[in-house]
Nanobody, 117 residues
Framework: QVQLVESGGGLVQAGGSLRLSCAAS????????MGWYRQAPGKQRELVAT???????NYADSVKGRFTISRDNAKNTVYLQMNNLKPEDTAVYYC???????????WGQGTQVTVSS
């Protein structure tokens, strides 16, 4: 059974920082592209950042220079360090594990991030 468990969300003032974690089980972690997505009220889910096993990363333009995605393959965990948070970063953040070769795609339950102005 695949499980992706996010933690680290919360309420923070604009300009503050949060670090999200996502612990994965039930998958061969190192074979998966890990990602963070977010969904704000009334909006579609959007990509925040992805990271492949070798460490290559991809970011949405809106978070470049402020957010950093990283992974620890030994701990089956992916992180999202969020700095200089803005009110528009307010959303539910979801962890994603994708393995294109097997057409597998798994999601966590989400963690709320709220940035007050």
């Amino acid at each position: 059974q695949v499980q992706l468990v996010e933690s680290g969300g919360g309420l923070v003032q604009a300009g503050g920082s949060l670090r999200l974690s996502c612990a994965a089980s039930g998958i061969i972690f190192s074979y998966n592209i890990m990602g963070w997505y977010r969904q704000a009220p009334g909006k579609q889910r959007e990509l925040v950042a992805t990271i492949v096993s070798g460490g290559r990363t991809n970011y949405a333009d809106s978070v470049k220079g402020r957010f950093t995605i990283s992974r620890d393959n030994a701990k089956n965990t992916v992180y999202l360090q969020m700095n200089n948070l803005k009110p528009e970063d307010t959303a539910v953040y979801y962890c994603n594990a994708r393995r294109p070769a097997l057409s597998s795609d798994h999601w966590g339950q989400g963690t709320q991030v709220t940035v007050s102005s």
